[in-house]
């Protein structure tokens, strides 16, 4: 191995083990700051309590942002792992999205299914309702404290502000409760834009558990995969190879002249 592989394989090995410290205390952090900022939100603090509050919350966005810079200055190459890690970007920039990384918490979730695509299934099944529990609880607190005291806003309580987080996530709108300020329906964008993906990840999932149930019974019918393919081609060629072993050695010259072993 040459001297940048060797470093970039150290650091490599660095990075994995910096992310096995810290996921636990990441989570931790994170359900913190969820903590602390409905906390803030819901009963409208003011005075010590609220500074305690945003104590904690600009606590939480020092260990995300000190996190992501020794994220970037482990990995190598790192315009490549900041391309694929866009998100962990947009967690320090947007402190409301950090409790989307309780999300992570979810990888625990060992589902034991007779089938692959059970399994896959499954554990789409259970981020998707992750993410959508975690988006509509951060959705709400994030449109009341926006719209809470404005001219005109509707929303100013945390009930109103759940309902119509549940209603917007379904892309249900029944407009009897909506964001006026600019930042309650920027709120309202990204909670809209995440509900298409959560229905359509349940969507994808029903289907193809339907059409699991309705091929049971009918395995004949199914086309190979390509690993199955790929696997019978290999039993045959070990077959052939085996059977033309034992003709050359029953053909080769002196095979039939041995004395008996008797």
């Given at each position: ?55 904690v919350e600009v606590f ?86 926006s719209e809470r005291g404005h001219a ?111």
């Amino acid at each position: 191995m040459t001297a940048p592989d060797a470093g970039t394989g150290r650091q490599r090995m660095a990075l994995d083990r910096w992310r096995t410290v810290t996921y636990w205390p990441l989570i931790a952090v994170s359900v913190a700051f969820i903590v602390a900022y409905s906390w803030q939100v819901i009963a409208d603090l003011q005075g010590p309590a609220y500074l305690v509050a945003r104590c904690v919350e600009v606590f939480t966005w020092m260990v995300f942002f000190a996190d992501y810079l020794v994220r970037l200055t482990l990995a190598q190459p790192r315009g490549v792992w900041f391309r694929r890690h866009l998100f962990e970007l947009t967690v320090v920039v947007l402190p409301a999205l950090r409790p989307l990384r309780l999300l992570r918490a979810l990888t625990l979730v060992h589902v034991l299914q007779r089938t692959a695509g059970t399994a896959l299934r499954s554990r789409l099944v259970i981020y998707g309702a992750g993410a959508a529990a975690v988006l509509i609880w951060i959705a709400a607190l994030a449109v009341l404290e926006s719209e809470r005291g404005h001219a005109g806003a509707n929303i100013e309580n945390f009930g109103d502000a759940l309902w119509w987080a549940f209603v917007t996530i379904t892309t249900v709108g029944y407009g009897d409760h909506y964001p006026v300020t600019v930042w309650g329906r920027l709120v309202a964008v990204l909670l809209m834009c995440g509900g298409v993906a959560v229905v359509g990840v349940v969507t994808a999932t029903l289907a193809s558990w339907v059409i699991e149930r309705a091929a049971q019974g009918h395995d004949d019918d199914e086309p190979a995969t390509r690993a199955q393919v790929r696997e019978l081609a290999a039993q045959v060629t070990d077959a052939a190879r085996r059977l033309s072993a034992a003709t050359d050695a029953s053909t080769s010259p002196g095979a039939h002249d041995r004395p008996d072993a008797g």
